[in-house]
């Protein structure tokens, strides 16, 4: 899900493919309904990950929906997971760079929804990104981008030593040239790709103790922690055993009849518009 130069430091472990599949289940219908695709559609998909997202959007528009993705571990455990459910039809893999997305001459410009989600915080040069997806679509074609601005998560009552952690964690991404804000830029990005914004909005993607959901959020908060383990320590940004004491706390915390967690991802839509100007 990355491209040239970046730096996704969650890796495509087994471990870290469970919990993009996991967080797939808590947000994809949430993403689904925001998008509404029409039939027909004609979708790409960048940094397409696993892939789960892209058989979803599929299953609506009645067409396969081309997904980019940078990774070849991530595409054959996509692939396999497809192929598993019956689907295979439905996601076209291509292995490329966001940079330079795998497009025919004649796809170029004919796409009429090009879509990135949890893409653009891990990349150095987003707005080269969003300006290769406004090229891939026709003109009236939507651009969609979904992505996290770190510094909204809140937890309650919160488990002790979570907020030095939680910088450290946002620390990894500017170590990185990356960005754990680009949520609230997402609209300029747009904007400055060649794109008219249409619309800006959020996703709510929390829950409480004492809905059958939580008990995933727990588990992928501490997933998304533990991924970035190494990176933490490595850079000297927390230490190993405040770390791991905190990742205990995070387990005591799931277990409380009265947490609870608020977090949402940024949502943005442009639309390709003649007179704007193709991107550069």
Request: aromatic fraction near 8%; charge should be negative.
């Amino acid at each position: 899900m990355t491209q040239t130069g970046s730096h996704y430091i969650h890796g495509t472990s087994p471990e870290e493919q469970k919990r993009l599949s996991l967080m797939n289940r808590l947000l994809n219908e949430r993403s689904l309904q925001e998008i509404s695709l029409r039939s027909g559609d004609r979708v790409l998909d960048v940094g397409a990950g696993l892939g789960e997202f892209s058989a979803l959007m599929a299953a609506v528009s009645g067409r396969a929906v081309v997904a980019v993705e940078r990774s070849e571990e991530q595409i054959v455990e996509g692939m396999k997971r497809i192929r598993e459910s019956g689907h295979e039809s439905r996601v076209e893999f291509r292995q490329g760079d966001a940079l330079a997305l795998p497009l025919t001459p004649q796809e170029r410009g004919a796409f009429d929804v090009a879509h990135a989600r949890f893409l653009l915080e891990h990349v150095p040069d987003p707005l080269s990104v969003v300006k290769e997806m406004v090229r891939a679509v026709r003109p009236g074609g939507r651009v969609i981008l979904e992505d996290d601005d770190h510094d909204v998560l809140r937890l309650w009552p919160e488990p002790p030593g979570f907020e030095a952690v939680w910088k450290a964690y946002m620390r990894t991404y500017d170590r990185n040239g990356n960005d754990p804000l680009i949520g609230r830029r997402l609209v300029k990005l747009l904007y400055d790709a060649g794109a008219a914004p249409v619309r800006n909005s959020w996703i709510f993607f929390g829950s409480c103790a004492g809905t059958p959901e939580f008990r995933g959020f727990v588990e992928n908060l501490i997933g998304v922690v533990w991924g970035a383990r190494q990176s933490m320590i490595t850079a000297s940004l927390v230490e190993e055993s405040h770390l791991d004491s905190v990742v205990t706390e995070l387990r005591k915390w799931g277990e409380r009849p009265d947490s609870s967690l608020w977090y949402a991802m940024a949502w943005a839509e442009g639309i390709k518009v003649p007179g704007r100007g193709e991107p550069g």
